[in-house]
């Protein structure tokens, strides 16, 4: 099948498959997916044009309102969490469209950046993983029990005794003001400065924008590496900020299109939804079964990801 936006040939099933695949793992992360379908599209689709950035975010449109709405209904969706991260990332995502159309429209530059913004997670991800035992922090250990419990749990038909009153945790928001955020989670406190939340998300969004994954995509592993953040409360927040910023930024893209008529700018609409719908059940099933993989796993799954990909495209970059 021919995409003319995209000015690629590929079989119609093979987007929503790997998209699949993909959001399986990465949803699990609190992290969409778009970030890996990116190199993907670029490097074996043959996609380079502009408006892959917009196609991708069109991807996370359709995609994350499955795995958001796994998130709420187990009831660890940290709704002020979320907010901050859309008032900070969604300017951010406008200025990155900006700064990807007028000064990165290059894909050998592209890729080069893209390299940097996801070695610097990897990287970071890692030292947090390989940190001693004597410095992990308490979210770890909350981590940990909280699989305890999950690798206990039954459901009624299976254990008798189990009370319907007796559910798996969930998030309860104590304070939300200009000044702090704090949450209590399996019985332990968490408290977060609201301005150092929006200003990570300000910057996220940028390179977010700038990358067409949305703001909040790679924001999860922030979260949890600068912020202790556990990554069973994070994922929720992470993907719904990721498809609010993304709504504008499809937007933001379309709109533009008109001055660029000499580029492709405005996203490839039956790619974008062909991906977004083998995105929605990965997205949802990831969700399903985040409790079920440790978060140690989860981490270790998204770095060697991020750390593999960032290599290929610097690889790409020296040898292009």
């Not at 000064?103 to 001693?132: E, Q, S």
């Not at 977010?208 to 912020?227: H, K, L, N, R």
């Not at 900020?241 to 533009?256: N, R």
Request: hydrophobic letters at 50%.
């Amino acid at each position: 099948m021919l995409f003319q936006t995209a000015g690629i040939e590929v079989v119609p099933w093979i987007p929503p498959l790997v998209a699949f695949a993909i959001s399986f793992l990465t949803s699990m992360g609190g992290v969409s997916g778009a970030f890996l379908l990116l190199p993907f599209q670029m490097s074996f689709l043959g996609y380079t044009n502009p408006s892959v950035s917009a196609t991708n975010q069109l991807f996370n449109i359709v995609a994350i309102p499955s795995g958001v709405y796994r998130y709420c209904k187990e009831g660890r969706m940290v709704w002020p969490l979320t907010w901050v991260v859309v008032a900070g990332t969604l300017p951010g995502v406008l200025i990155g469209a900006i700064v990807r159309v007028e000064y990165l429209p290059d894909p050998k530059t592209f890729k080069l950046f893209a390299a940097g913004v996801l070695l610097y997670i990897g990287v970071k991800m890692i030292r947090d993983l390989l940190r001693k035992n004597a410095g992990v922090t308490d979210k770890n250990n909350i981590e940990n029990r909280f699989q305890e419990m999950v690798r206990n749990y039954r459901t009624k038909a299976d254990n008798p005794k189990r009370s319907e009153n007796d559910p798996l945790p969930v998030v309860k928001v104590t304070h939300f003001n200009l000044k702090r955020l704090g949450y209590t989670f399996y019985g332990e406190q968490f408290d977060v400065p609201f301005w150092g939340i929006f200003a990570l998300s300000l910057i996220v969004g940028i390179v977010g924008g700038i990358y067409g994954i949305g703001g909040g995509s790679i924001i999860a592993p922030f979260f949890v590496t600068f912020f202790g953040l556990p990554v069973y409360t994070v994922a929720g927040a992470a993907l719904m900020g990721t498809f609010v910023t993304s709504v504008a930024g499809v937007a933001f893209y379309q709109a533009i299109a008109p001055f660029y008529p000499n580029m492709s700018v405005a996203p490839d609409w039956l790619l974008g939804v062909l991906f977004g719908l083998g995105g929605m059940a990965g997205m949802y099933l990831g969700a399903r079964c985040q409790k079920f993989v440790p978060a140690k796993a989860i981490k270790w799954m998204l770095a060697s990801i991020i750390i593999f990909t960032s290599i290929k495209y610097v690889t790409a970059f020296f040898g292009y």
